[in-house]
């Protein structure tokens, strides 16, 4: 059986949300003593995981350093944070799966995501991504083509497109390296966003993917018989927050279309989860999840979490 992890930022950030580089190591070393768990019952796994936190701190050196050295592009900040957590990754598989006797090869993967140049998301950027500024420096920088929302008392926050995932480009890479025996961590932030133009030549964006919405199309494109999506909650809730909450456990995927219609899941966090479960299960047929890292054996086996099944 394959199956497709996909990790949340609690996975690559301490509790408090800290992200020094001995906080990310041993965040990756929880998450990768999970997922060593899942490959011990003899599941091959293929890892996605976000990287919203490492992206933003690298929009402030870019900022802070802009008058030394040139400021690097979103693309290239996905690039590099899908280096920087493919490297972490895997060190913390290997050393989690050693632990118990088991010896892998591990990968990871530089992976491209193609979106279309002209997704509406282009237009209207937005996901906010950055730092609160001060409205003159907004200023100066929507003059250079950047788009801010105005947040009144926290200052002004930079907005990009966050197109929708049309194809992982990479994907075949990954699924070789998948059937060739090894644990393969790919698609980190939902991939590098890139169009590609009119002359086939491929380009960077400066864009966002949805970690959870890339995940589901991975899934999909390296034929996973799963989907698991790796998060800080048991299960996703309906009344989420209020006396009537009401975890839920196996459902129907039209089920669970329809909680999110009625506005069970919140559009910047539990959402986009739902939404890349079902696409999952409707495309495939197969089994999704939503669960917490530490429940993601027994997600599997449909004992635990939130398991979307298709009907
Ligand atoms: P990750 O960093 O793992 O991608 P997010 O923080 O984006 O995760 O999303 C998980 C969070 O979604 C939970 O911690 C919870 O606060 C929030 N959430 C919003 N709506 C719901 C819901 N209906 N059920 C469960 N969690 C929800
Ligand atoms: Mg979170």
Known sequence: MRVLVALGGNAMTAADGSVGPDDQIAAAQTAMSAVAGLVAEGVDVVITHGNGPQVGNLLVKNELSAAVVPPVPLDWCGAQTQGTLGFVLMNALEAALAQRGVRRPTAAVVTRTRVDSGDPGFSKPTKPIGRFLPKDEAQVL?????????????????????????????????????????????????????????????????????????????????????????????????????????????????????????????????????DAICRYVEQTGNTGVITSLDNIVAGIRGESGTVVVAG
Not at 203 to 223: F, M, N, T, W
Not at 224 to 242: E, F, K, W
């Open 142 to 274: 929507i003059e250079h083509g950047q788009h801010f929302q105005d947040r009144g008392d926290r200052g002004w926050r930079r907005v990009v497109a966050s197109p929708e995932p049309r194809e992982i480009l990479d994907a075949g890479v990954v699924m070789t390296l998948a059937d060739a025996g090894y644990l393969v961590v790919a698609n980190g932030g939902g991939g590098i966003p890139v169009v590609r133009g009119d002359n086939g030549v491929l380009h960077g964006v400066e864009a966002v993917i949805d970690k959870d919405l890339g995940a589901a199309l991975l899934a999909r494109s390296v034929a996973a018989d799963r989907l698991v999506i790796a998060t800080d909650v048991d299960n996703a809730i309906i009344g989420y927050g209020t006396d009537a909450a009401q975890p839920i456990g196996r459902v129907g995927v039209e089920q669970l279309r329809s909680y999110a219609v009625e506005g069970h899941f919140a559009s910047g966090s539990m959402g986009p989860k739902v």
